[in-house]
């Protein structure tokens, strides 16, 4: 059975960090490509930053540019969210997702899906 797990998240203050990660199991993630999504109360989920499996390629929403970093560990089957400098409006649920193949940027392009991490940036 195919199972994304995250974990890593929890309140930390603004300006913090946390460490999200994303350890899959039943499948290797060497030919996935992987998403973080996060989902705040009453908005929609959006895509924070994906990573493809084709060439590594990367992408992040723009609010997080230069504060996120997504990377993966195949012989770990893992994929990390590095998150720096956090904002009261980072708060929200992190999500991880896979999907063969291409990276995508919207939730439906993906197969796969973990039970979500709490984010909350408060002081």
């Known amino acids: 059975q195919l199972q994304l797990v995250e974990s890593g998240g929890g309140l930390v203050q603004p300006g913090g960090s946390l460490r999200l990660s994303c350890a899959a199991s039943?499948?290797?993630?060497?030919?996935?490509?992987i998403g973080w999504f996060r989902q705040a109360p009453g908005k929609e989920r959006e895509a924070v930053s994906c990573?493809?499996?084709?060439?590594?390629?990367?992408y992040y929403v723009n609010s997080v540019k230069g504060r996120f970093a997504i990377s993966r560990d195949d012989a770990k089957n893992t994929v990390y969210l590095q998150m720096n400098n956090l904002k009261p409006e980072d708060t929200a649920v992190y999500y991880c997702?896979?999907?063969?193949?291409?990276?995508?940027?919207?939730?439906?392009?993906?197969?796969?899906w973990g039970q979500g991490t709490q984010v909350t940036v408060s002081s």
């Open positions: 997702a896979a999907v063969r193949g291409l990276l995508g940027l919207s939730a439906y392009d993906y197969d796969y």
């Open positions: 039943g499948f290797p993630l060497d030919g996935y490509s």
């Open positions: 990573i493809s499996t084709t060439d590594g390629s990367t």
